[in-house]
């Protein structure tokens, strides 16, 4: 990859954005499109439209499924609270049952949503 020479102040935003959680970059991206009033996304399918392949829509929403709660299994159970507005038993078989968290959101918001549990030690799947 070349080396991309940058300004001390964008250099300083750079070294900032590394040092924030995955979820915080997520709602740093989504402040940034909503601000300048563009998407993160355009690029990424140009580039892969250009590179010769065809970039392919696929479904415009998601289930967020819990594959495995992990060891944070009490952190899950408060992100899954969180999410679905469940009380805590509920939330407690759900984890414990593991599969749907949320159903039929968009692409987005199931990312967003995934972030969220995998931080709190969950594997998730998108479906």
Not at 25 to 48: I, N, Q
Not at 67 to 81: F, L, Q, S, T
Not at 82 to 100: M, N, R, S, Y
């Amino acid at each position: 990859m070349s080396e991309i020479t940058l300004s001390k102040n964008a250099q300083s935003i750079l070294d900032s954005v590394k040092e924030l959680t995955v979820l915080e970059l997520a709602d740093l991206v989504k402040a940034m499109e909503e601000e300048f009033g563009v998407s993160a996304a355009a690029p990424v399918a140009a580039v892969a439209a250009a590179g010769g392949a065809v970039a392919e829509e696929g479904p415009s929403t998601v289930d967020v499924v819990l594959v495995d709660p992990g060891a944070g299994k009490i952190n899950v159970i408060k992100v899954v609270r969180e999410i679905t507005g469940l009380g805590l038993k509920e939330a407690k078989t759900l984890v414990d049952e593991k599969g749907k968290v949320k159903e039929g959101v968009d692409k987005a918001e199931g990312e967003e949503l995934k972030a969220k549990l995998e931080e709190a030690g969950a594997t998730i799947e998108l479906a």
